[in-house]
């Protein structure tokens, strides 16, 4: 659950991170060649692979991460990210490094490791490392031949983050969710991807807090090497919410900034839409960036961007 809070970041985290992208968005764009798929046509995208093996060759295309649903498939790869969340009482900013690891064709896992830091223009800024997370995944079933996969994903929030400070959560999670993957057309450019999840914060004092996320994303992969990718996000707290003990500090965000977790916002329910588009590039990295805009609770924050990439691992 990271629970942050929303605002620039401006750390030597971040310039690392910012380095990254640059040195990924400067690389060389030659396009992968187009091979066959198992119908004879010939899609384009780098070396893809087959559900559930582990041999690469030129088929469908690399399954595309999209920004807040978690994926159903399981990958070796580096994923960096940077989250700016603006709103009117704050911003904050969120760099991480995910690392997401196969085992086997039925198992993988993920580790997320987030620094953020909150608005230093609003006299209470503060730095440092947000809630560490953990995230086993077991594959349910797989089916080359229908382009699906169903898995399920259970991570746990670690509370690294000083809630003090507004780093983290005051206490540990749990985020138990079930994962669609769903590719579809003709040349097997389009995915569909989908989330549906449980989220418990175990707090150290007073009560529990207990949300459903759901999420739906789509993503089309152009012959171009563009992939255009839209997404609809939702959080409903099935929890009275915790008692403000500071009324007049208004909380920031109405929506997680990473996926849906820590519902920040005095209605039951939060609806929020993203988009924003990845490019492939020959090397079989994929970077991006997108914008999401809350559909309620529109005065909890005004918009989200969100800056990131691919980074498989063979």
């Known amino acids: 659950m990271s629970r942050s809070r929303i605002v620039p970041h401006r750390s030597a985290a971040l310039g690392l991170f910012l380095s990254v992208l640059l040195a990924a968005a400067t690389a060389p ?13 010939a899609p384009a995208g780098p070396r893809s692979r087959h559900l559930g093996d582990g041999h690469s060759h030129e088929g469908f295309p690399h399954f595309v ?21 603006y709103a009117e009482l704050g911003n904050e900013f ?39 997370e953990l995230a086993p995944m077991v594959a349910l079933w797989q089916s080359p031949e229908r382009l699906a996969i169903v898995s399920l994903r259970s991570g746990f929030a670690l509370p690294t983050g000083d809630e003090q400070e507004g780093l983290g959560a005051e206490g540990w999670g ?7 993957w769903k590719g579809h057309g003709r040349d097997r450019r389009g995915a569909i991807q989908a989330e549906i999840g449980y989220e418990r914060l175990y707090a150290d004092e007073g009560r529990d807090e207990e949300e459903l996320v759901y999420n739906l994303a789509w993503s089309y992969w152009l012959p171009s090497n563009w992939i255009p990718i839209a997404e609809l996000n939702g959080v409903t707290r099935l929890s009275d919410p915790p008692a403000d003990e500071h009324e007049e500090e208004e909380p920031v965000g109405g929506l997680a900034l990473a996926h849906g977790d820590a519902l920040e916002s ?46 498989h691992i063979e």
Request: charged share 20%.
């Open 266 to 311: 005095e209605d039951d329910t939060v609806i929020a839409a993203a988009l924003g588009f990845r490019y492939a590039f020959a090397n079989g990295q994929q970077w991006g960036a997108g914008i999401q805009l809350p559909l309620s609770d529109t005065e909890g924050y005004d918009w989200r961007l969100v800056v990131g990439g691919i980074i």
């Open 65 to 85: 991460d999209v920004f807040f649903t978690h994926h159903a498939y399981l990958e070796r790869k580096l994923h960096p990210r940077l989250d700016a969340t």
């Open 29 to 41: 764009t030659a396009r992968a060649q187009e091979g066959h798929d198992h119908h004879g046509q």
């Open 94 to 132: 969120e760099g991480s490094g995910e690392l997401a690891w196969q085992f086997n064709r039925w198992l993988g896992g993920e580790i997320e490791i987030p620094v953020v830091r909150t608005d230093p223009e609003a006299g209470s800024g503060a730095g440092g490392l947000g809630d560490v």
């Open 174 to 180: 749990w985020e138990p969710g079930l994962l669609l």
